[in-house]
């Protein structure tokens, strides 16, 4: 009985070793085959590199290595429609690996533009309008990146909306009470426009709406932040953020001034008034935004350039 229950011990202990030896030999493979596809990627070997990234995330998908390669194999696929964009299957290939990445990511904002990329190229504007949708409403992802897709789809709105107003028919020349020449906006001629672009400065104006909302306090105070003494990663950081938000105001500040033409067109002179001066102030908070990412990224080549002075000297004094 005593040698039955040792020899049930040993197997049971063999099997553990055999289990994380595997584990650990899956892990080392999948390295091995993001190295290589890596290499038959840039040597543009598709089809090899494919095969190599497909193995890699198959062994062990849930590990760093098996969610790295399986977003390369969406990249390989993406890049082999960008060679052959007649062959529309290679796109929808392509998406649904990146899906698959995001499934395992889905903070993966690469992968998630990526997508939004191809539907474009395909011309599948509804997929692409959905796609953005529930992005902009997917609690599990991080604030920035929900409002990075409302600023999206605000976009989308903020150019239907000028494409009806920013026509010979709509913007007439005119002087205002000084003489300074200056442009009349006027509905459109027909109705259903007319309809079609209040509808799209209400909606874009919303969408911005909400993506401001997700404003984090860093951001509102981004003009204060002591950029010498962030680390690089801390640079990037913020930078990364600061960009979605650039991009935020940006877009509420046009769609501002949209809802100011519409005001004009329909004879709301006191509400035109008021939206051409909230207007003008976010412009001036896009500005100053745009004014600290410019300044990070001064901040960012003088470290680079003093990285490379100091490697040039290095070099040097080891001749």
């Known amino acids: 009985m005593r040698s039955s229950r040792l020899g049930v011990l040993f197997l049971l202990a063999i099997g553990v070793i055999a289990s994380t030896n595997c584990s650990y030999y899956n892990r080392v493979m999948s390295r091995?085959?993001?190295?290589?596809?890596?290499?038959a990627y840039r040597e543009r070997k598709f089809a090899e590199a494919e095969a190599l990234f497909r193995k890699a995330a198959a062994r062990d998908p849930q590990s760093t290595e098996g969610k790295t390669a399986q977003v390369f194999l969406a990249r390989t696929l993406h890049s082999q429609y960008i060679g052959n964009r007649q062959n529309p299957a290679l796109a929808e290939n392509a998406i649904a690996e990146y899906k698959k990445a995001l499934a395992l990511n889905p903070n993966d904002q690469s992968s998630y533009k990526a997508i939004a990329s191809l539907f474009e190229n395909l011309q599948?504007?509804?997929d692409w309008q959905k796609w953005v949708t529930e992005r902009s409403a997917n609690s599990a992802i991080e604030p920035q990146f929900r409002a990075e897709a409302l600023t999206a789809l605000a976009a989308k709105q903020?150019?239907?909306?000028?494409?009806?107003?920013?026509?010979?028919a709509t913007k007439k020349k005119a002087k205002d009470?000084?003489?300074k020449d200056i442009f009349q906006f006027v509905k459109p001629a027909d109705a259903a426009e007319?309809?079609?672009f209040k509808g799209c400065v209400s909606t874009g104006e919303e969408l911005i709406g909400k993506a401001m909302a997700l404003e984090p306090d860093s951001v509102k105070n981004a003009k204060s932040l002591n950029l010498k003494s962030l680390t690089d990663e801390q640079l990037k950081s913020?930078?990364?953020?600061?960009k979605i938000f650039e991009s935020a105001r940006s877009y509420r500040a046009s769609l501002t001034i949209q809802a100011m033409r519409l005001a004009e067109m329909e004879g709301r002179t006191a509400d035109r008034d008021r939206l051409k001066a909230e207007g003008d102030a976010f412009r001036s908070q896009y500005s100053e935004l745009s004014e600290v990412v410019r300044n990070i990224q001064t901040e960012v080549d003088t470290r680079r350039a003093a990285s490379d002075a100091a490697a040039s000297t290095n070099a040097n004094a080891k001749k």
């Open 238 to 242: 913020n930078n990364d953020v600061i």
């Open 177 to 179: 009470k000084d003489g």
């Open 158 to 168: 903020n150019t239907c909306a000028n494409e009806i107003s920013d026509t010979d």
């Open 124 to 126: 599948k504007t509804d």
């Open 32 to 39: 091995k085959d993001l190295v290589d596809g890596s290499v």
């Open 194 to 196: 007319f309809d079609k």
